[in-house]
T-cell receptor, first 113, second 112 residues
């Protein structure tokens, strides 16, 4: 799986958009970008994933650059409950890659009142 | 429906003791994973089951670590002769048929 680089920490004001960047310059053509988050004392939670098109669901939006070397997770209206560590993972879907997720250290997002 | 549950949520063991950590996956999920998460780090893969078959145990750090899933549902991670470096949160995840894993809350193991 390709390596990812994320900032160690970020702050965001409540109600504002949180934009979390991820660099994955060695991504290969069949690798997807996945985002998970981990709220304190809980297990990681799936947020969203994409291949090359921008994606949106009820939790977040994922913007992937045209060259696919970086992406941004957007939480449009951050709340205090969005405070968590956010992990960007690049991998081939399970059918051809085995099974594991390779987590880095992620970005600690703190949403401030 | 219920998510992945793990027990106990917290375990304190004296160095040298054996521990057993339980994972109840989401009903019907064929795939089950164990991860280890040290303080301040991301989770690291330990082992993977498909039904009762352990298909990948390459992440187990030593032969003191053993995992089983005899009936293809509940899984147990056993650590023999615990050492201080085994202190971590142990996460279990089961995966749906779309390939998306669902994690349990973890068991925090402290070895004193």
């Amino acid at each position: 799986d390709a390596k990812t680089t994320q900032p160690t920490s970020m702050d965001c004001a409540e109600g504002r958009a949180a934009n979390l960047p991820c660099n994955h310059s060695t991504i290969s053509g069949n690798e997807y970008v996945y985002w998970y988050r981990q709220i304190h004392s809980q297990g990681p939670q799936y947020i969203i994933h994409g291949l090359k098109n921008n994606e949106t669901n009820e939790m977040a939006s994922l913007i992937i650059t045209e060259d696919r070397k970086s992406s941004t997770l957007i939480l449009p209206h951050a709340t205090l409950r969005d405070t968590a560590v956010y992990y960007c993972i690049v991998r081939v879907p399970r059918e051809t890659s085995g099974s594991r997720l390779t987590f880095g250290e992620g970005t600690q997002l703190t949403v401030n009142p | 429906g219920a998510g992945v549950s793990q027990s106990p949520r917290y375990k304190v063991a004296k160095r040298g003791q054996d521990v057993a950590l339980r994972c109840d996956p989401i009903s019907g999920h064929v795939s089950l994973f164990w991860y280890q998460q040290a303080l301040g780090q991301g989770p690291e893969f330990l082992t993977y089951f498909q039904n009762e078959a352990q298909l990948d145990k390459s992440g187990l750090p030593s032969d003191r670590f053993f995992a089983e899933r005899p009936e293809g549902s509940v899984s147990t991670l056993k650590i023999q002769r615990t050492q201080q470096e085994d202190s971590a949160v142990y996460l279990c995840a089961s995966r749906d048929d779309r390939g998306r894993p669902y994690f349990g809350p973890g068991t925090r193991l402290t070895v004193t």
